[in-house]
């Protein structure tokens, strides 16, 4: 299970580090093409809008998955060393169920919605667009998942 945490973890970082510098190399070339050529491509916004929500959706979850949230910190630094580790396991189970809820249902309910509509940029279905969030906060909940056995176990020993 610790192997498949590593894993996971390494994973992240990669994709939302790829992510970033796509979305970089996406803004430079607008720039460039908008003060060089005179033309702003629309896709290009889009694209960077999409691969926003998805980094975002990623790194709130790594944040929170290596405890980087300043209230999930403060008030845990706040507690007796006895309530820390219910702290943490009701927290874990907080961020487990809102992701479920929101990104799960209601991102499997809105990909649902938009099966028949296309983006206006890129003409790319939304359904495979919004459905980048929906597999960005699916990773985020077994991420966490893990995470919270992992905790739970090494608690114990």
Known sequence: MKQLQYILEQF??????????????????????????GISPLFIEEAVTYVIVTVGTLGAVYG???NKHASLSFLREKLPVSLRRFHTLLI???VIITILCVQGIGGF?????????TSTGVGYPLFFLHGLVFVAGSMGVVLMIIKTINDWKINEE
Do not use: E, P, W
């Open 12 to 37: 992240y970082q990669k994709i939302v580090g790829l992510m970033v510098l796509f979305m970089m190399f996406l803004v430079i070339f607008q720039v460039f093409a908008r003060y060089l050529f």
């Open 92 to 94: 874990n189970s907080i």
């Open 109 to 117: 309910i809105f990909t649902q919605r938009t099966l028949h509509l």
């Open 64 to 66: 929170l998955y290596r």
